[in-house]
């Protein structure tokens, strides 16, 4: 694996960040398309103009070897028995650790709103702000892809995928040594005593560069029992339309060249 | 155009159902103009209009953005009430005192519980996040709520609620509160092993089961 000692802060601005509506109403438990009065659109709405007023996304990212990763994933040594994380990472090309926050001043806005009595902007303006976290995770996913190709640009079959602390069986206290290496209070998050990263708008995780069939596994752990959101079927399925898509792409390069 | 009484409070209801705070504060002010207690509004324009809402978001017809709107139409309604109902000797639904446990800074689920408790008629006191254990001990010593509700959104914070409890027990107060927790990771089960009296998974079964924790206290 080729691993360079790379430690960099992540360009993260809030257009990348920037939620869809839809997305907000999806955390905040509404069905894809399902119909939403004009108060409830123009509530979310309202919630992502003020996200872009008050977010300040920063995010952090250092490359690591699969050894060091060993050590950070091992963690508190509480992790669940078997886990997916411990069969994925070892055939990753490269690995990265990262962290992100959109700021302070988001969370005091929504608690603002709150103790005013808007607890409805409030919670709409918390849920934004959740998706926002969520795309700032998939920006560090692009970046460090982004990175991989500047330097080999024949990499059709990598994705890159982060994995957090907290999901599928590995324990969130697996931040500890996570933070340790990454050092995220260079951009303001800091982790308390209970594995809770301040301010709550943050994500921390690894980032797995490697073929896309290393990500794909059948959710039937013991962890897997409780989880609420099953959200590693939706990454795998995205990974499989990518895996169509490019094969497509291919197809139609293959085609393009046999025509001349 | 004269008054109709009834009229009005199923006006009153729609506002509530349909999340317009505008039209729910108009029809507030028309009722007491027109001589309505804050009671009778209270009871039969706002409240049913809530108890939809209630019932539509637990069949799921309804959705969290649009309870919430909702929840902000009632306290449109209540802000206008509250001078009336605080001169008369109307009890609230209940008393409940609240906070995210120590060590926990998220506060939006406790929050909408706190804003949907409010809408159906509970006082409901707020400590606020990363509460230590002797401030929750305290506040039921001094407020005697009927309940004491507790929030965690990592499994890491959730030992503080047992901690809280057995508190609660050494300094002979558990008797006297029905304690509720809740939050993303906390499960029945769990609630179950530390002795909490009840587990919500969402703010609309918070106060539903508020509501009855409520009422076996005043029994
Ligand atoms: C008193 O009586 C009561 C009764 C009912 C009560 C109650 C009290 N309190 C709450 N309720 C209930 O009623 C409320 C209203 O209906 C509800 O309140 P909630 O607060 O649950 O609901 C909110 C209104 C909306 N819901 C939420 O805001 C949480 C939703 C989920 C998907 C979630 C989100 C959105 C986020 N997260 Co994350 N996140 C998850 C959540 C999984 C899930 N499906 O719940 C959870 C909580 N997160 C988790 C994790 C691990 C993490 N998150 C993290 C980050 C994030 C985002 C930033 C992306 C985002 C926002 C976080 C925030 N605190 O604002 C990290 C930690 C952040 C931090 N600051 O430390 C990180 C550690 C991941 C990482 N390594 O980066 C998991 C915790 C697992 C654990 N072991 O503890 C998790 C369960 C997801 C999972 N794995 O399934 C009910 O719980």
Sequence with gaps: ?260 | MSFDKKINFELASNSVIRGNDEDAAQLTQEALANGITAKEFLDFGLIPGMDVVGARFRDGDMFLPEVLLAARAMKAGMELLKPELSKSDIKPAGKVVIGTVAGDLHDIGKNIVIYMLEGTGFTVLDLGINVATETFISAVQQHQPHILGMSAFLTTTMPAMRQVIESLQKSNLREGVKVIVGGAPVTEHFAHEIGSDAYAEDAGTAVTICKRLARLDNS
């Design chain 1, 1 to 260: 694996m080729i691993c360079s000692d790379m430690s960099r802060i992540v360009p993260l601005t809030i257009t990348e960040v920037m939620p869809k509506p839809e997305s907000v109403l999806m955390q905040m438990g509404v069905p894809r398309r399902a119909a939403v009065s004009s108060a409830v659109q123009s509530l979310v709405e309202n919630a992502i103009e003020i996200l872009s007023q008050y977010a300040a996304p920063a995010g952090v990212m250092t490359e690591i070897s699969e050894k060091q990763f060993t050590i950070v994933y091992a963690g508190e040594g509480c992790n669940a028995r078997d886990t997916p994380l411990e069969h994925i990472f070892p055939q990753a090309r490269r690995l990265a650790v990262y962290a992100l926050t959109l700021g302070e001043k988001i969370s005091g806005k929504i608690a603002g709103l709150c103790n005013s009595g808007d607890v409805a902007l409030g919670g709409a303006l918390d849920a934004a702000a959740s998706v926002a976290a969520d795309n700032g995770s998939e920006f560090c996913e692009q970046f460090f892809y982004n990175l991989i190709a500047k330097k080999q640009p024949t990499i059709h079959d990598t994705c890159v995928l982060a994995y957090s602390p907290g999901y599928c069986g590995w324990h969130v206290t697996g931040q500890k040594k996570l933070f340790q290496l990454l050092k995220p209070e260079r951009v303001g998050i800091e982790l308390n005593d209970n594995c809770l990263m301040h301010p709550i708008k943050s994500v921390s995780g690894v980032l797995v560069a490697g073929a896309r069939e290393i990500n794909y596994f059948e959710p039937h752990w013991d962890f897997c029992e409780p989880c609420t959101t099953y959200s590693c079927l939706q990454r795998m399925k995205n990974l499989r339309v990518l895996a169509k898509q490019t094969m497509t792409e291919e197809d139609n390069v293959i085609r393009q060249e046999n025509k001349f």
